[in-house]
Each structure stands twice: as C-alpha cells, then as structure tokens.
C-alpha cells in the first residue's frame, strides 16, 4: 500500500447527511481504508477488503 493517502478517494456514507460524526473509507487495492471524518490527519485503519466485506455485509438480525 504505497500510495500516497493524500490522494485517496475518501468517501463517507450517503445516510450520514450532513453530519461529521462518521467513519469515512477508502479503496486501496486489496485493502480498504477507515478514518475518523472529525479527525481525519489522526490516521486510518486498514483491513482486508474480505474482512470489509464480511463486516458491513453482517446480520445481526441471523443471530437471533
């Protein structure tokens, strides 16, 4: 992941409206990338895009 975060494409979601309390992501090849959007020069984390996929795709819903 040599690319340089300045010119990543950030995004945060559409049901955020206009809020600034939210997490914003980025694709960076294999990975995906999440920050804090009120704080966004405190860094990211970066996680698999599988390990993305699994998360934002959970039902808690089938646990029950």
């Given amino acids: 992941m040599s690319k ?4 990543t494409n950030w995004r ?3 049901y955020s ?3 600034e309390n939210c997490v ?3 694709f960076a090849g ?3 990338l999440l920050r804090d959007s ?4 405190a860094g990211h984390l970066a996680v698999s895009a599988g390990a993305f ?6 039902n808690p819903l089938r646990r029950a």
């Fill in 4 to 7: 340089d975060r300045t010119e």
């Fill in 24 to 26: 914003e992501v980025a």
């Fill in 30 to 32: 294999r990975h995906v």
């Fill in 17 to 19: 409206g206009t809020q």
């Fill in 38 to 41: 009120k704080n966004p020069a």
């Fill in 53 to 58: 996929h699994a998360f934002a795709n959970e």
């Fill in 12 to 14: 945060k979601s559409s």
